[in-house]
């Protein structure tokens, strides 16, 4: 592969972490951009990792799945800070004893979503009374440039949902479902101040942001955002812009996008989600593919694109499949939609997430434009061919991703795994030789395998950071309930955690040295447009 890493990882070999915004630590039922977040780069700080990746961070509906987000580009308000409110004087500290009141232990969406969706309407109702003027002058300024981009399709479809129960939008009246321009007009005046409330609460949730990413790089740490390929047909963008996806005037799919049998599943996944008119998007230059690109990275330093594979050739099951075994392959955009990206913004900011069924052509598509692959040593470390140092420089080496159990899990077996025992049980003795590790320390082991790499840059989930156990996965593929729920607790980022993960990135030359961090003040080129 073409080692243009310096253009998109980090400059060095460096360390980094993986942990769900939401997984965050904090006292208000799920993990919050503000002081939490902040207080979280000061821990990465400690344990000298320089890069934060995190999941989507888009609005979630039915499953709480970051990766079928409401909108490809709001932000999920569930993630605001309620202590930042509470500062600024739009809310009362009293007012959030119910947020207060829930677990700290793990998300509860079903109690969390009702509770703070009140309390942001709350503060969102107080905004043009109580908000600054340059707070409010900071507001309008990010109105003006998002409104005809996303930001108003994004709250009257919000608008619309709630008014339908929730339903899909294929499920709405169908004035709505096909946008009647008399009905729409009706809605912008019976409706005028809860879209004025959405479109402030999303306000709220870029200014956080924002403030986030500045002090991340004021410290040397880059923030590592996750994109995924499809978008939900239960979404803004699949109801504003139908004609960018395989679906006919009532939303209703042809095809649905999946992936064959594979290490996850015997049956495949069906994903569900509708599938691109590539044919449409090559015809206004993948005017749409541009945007969505800049806006994730106006969030993030590098984006990794999820299921890359899918731009050279895509999972196509018909839409009444009980099961992704059905599917055929079809072919992708391919070279066509980078060359726009690039055209229009530049060097890409992206690492392809390159697992699965990997063909040759998919590798050529990837190299052809110099873009970082993945490496996973839950997968590759059981090969007996496999050689950690083939690992090359331009790739991003990780233990696990939010998809894989915990290290710990995945050494000792995990539930639902379609592995045998004879299969795990020879997976542990390679994974062990390998490493030189022991059962009780084959998460920092594998870590250590993974620092040991010539990649540019490695990950471990925080999970595997702490050598916690199948209780702390994230997210089990297939299975639809009781996912990315976990969260952490401050109790579990102690100073000898911190102490021991320098050591290690130290040990393995990828820490965070003073020079690096100077390097990284001046590195970020892609600045929000939010204010």
């Given amino acids: 592969m073409t080692d243009s890493s310096s253009q998109i990882l980090p400059p060095g070999r460096q360390a980094g972490v993986c942990l769900h915004i939401a997984s965050l630590s904090g006292p208000y039922g799920i993990g919050e951009l503000g002081q939490s977040a902040h207080e979280f780069i000061d821990t990465m700080t400690r344990m000298q990792l320089a890069v934060w990746q995190f ?49 700290r232990e793990y998300v509860d969406y079903g109690a969390l979503i009702p509770a703070k969706t009140r309390l942001l309407q709350l503060a969102a109702g107080r905004f043009e009374e109580r908000a600054t003027p340059e707070l409010k002058a900071a507001c309008d300024d990010f109105v003006l440039k998002n409104n005809d981009l996303w930001l108003h399709d994004y709250a009257l479809y919000r608008i619309l949902k709630t008014r339908h129960g929730e339903q899909p939008w294929p499920d709405w009246a169908a004035e709505y479902v096909h ?5 729409m007009q009706a809605l912008e005046v019976s409706a005028d101040a809860g879209i004025a409330d959405i479109k402030v609460i999303q306000f709220l949730f870029f200014e956080q942001w ?101 731009f050279e050739a895509y999972w196509s099951v018909p839409a009444d499949s009980d099961t992704a075994r059905s599917g055929s392959w079809e072919p992708g955009p ?89 299969e795990i049980e020879a997976t542990r003795q390679t994974a062990l030789r390998k490493t030189g590790g022991t059962p009780e320390t084959i998460h920092t082991d594998l870590i250590r395998a993974a620092f040991s790499t010539k990649a540019r840059l490695a990950i471990a989930p925080l999970q595997d950071y702490l050598g916690l156990g199948s209780e702390a996965r994230i997210n089990t593929p297939g299975i639809a309930g009781g996912n990315w729920r976990w969260r952490v607790l401050d109790s579990q980022l102690t100073p000898e955690l911190c102490d021991n993960t320098a050591s290690l990135v130290i040990a393995s030359q990828r820490g965070l040295s003073a020079h690096e961090q100077t390097e990284h003040r001046i590195l970020p080129s892609r600045q929000s447009s939010h204010p």
Avoid: K
Avoid at 346 to 367: F, H, S
């Fill in 55 to 103: 999941l989507p961070t888009g609005p979630t509906a039915y499953g709480d799945s970051p990766y079928q987000p409401l909108s490809t580009f709001a932000g999920n308000e569930m993630l605001i800070d309620v202590r930042d409110l509470i500062a600024r004087g739009l809310l009362d500290a009293a007012e959030a004893s119910e947020l207060a009141a829930l677990p």
């Fill in 179 to 183: 946008r009647e321009p008399a009905a």
């Fill in 210 to 310: 924002d403030r986030m990413r500045a002090y991340a790089n004021e410290r040397g740490i880059r923030l590592f955002g996750d994109m995924p390929i499809c978008i939900a047909l239960d979404s803004a963008d699949a109801w504003a812009h139908p004609e960018l996806l395989r679906i006919d005037r009532d939303g209703r799919p042809d095809a649905v996008a999946g992936v064959p049998p594979d290490y996850f599943s015997e049956d495949g996944q069906l994903w569900g989600n509708p599938l691109y008119d590539w044919e449409v998007h090559a015809a206004n230059g993948y005017r749409w593919w541009v945007e969505r690109l800049r806006a994730s990275a106006e969030l993030a330093d590098i984006v990794r694109i999820d299921h890359f594979r899918g």
């Fill in 334 to 422: 391919g070279d066509a939609i980078f060359d726009a990206m690039s055209a229009a913004l530049g060097n890409l900011p992206i690492v392809a997430e390159d697992l699965g069924v990997i063909t040759p052509e998919v590798e050529a598509l990837r190299d052809r434009h110099e873009i970082p692959g993945m490496v996973v040593l839950q997968f590759d470390i059981a090969d007996e061919q496999f050689d950690l140092d083939s690992v090359g420089p331009n790739s991003v080496c990780y233990t696990g991703t939010h998809d894989n159990d915990t290290t710990l899990g995945w050494f000792r077996g995990s539930p639902n795994d379609i592995r045998s025992p004879a």
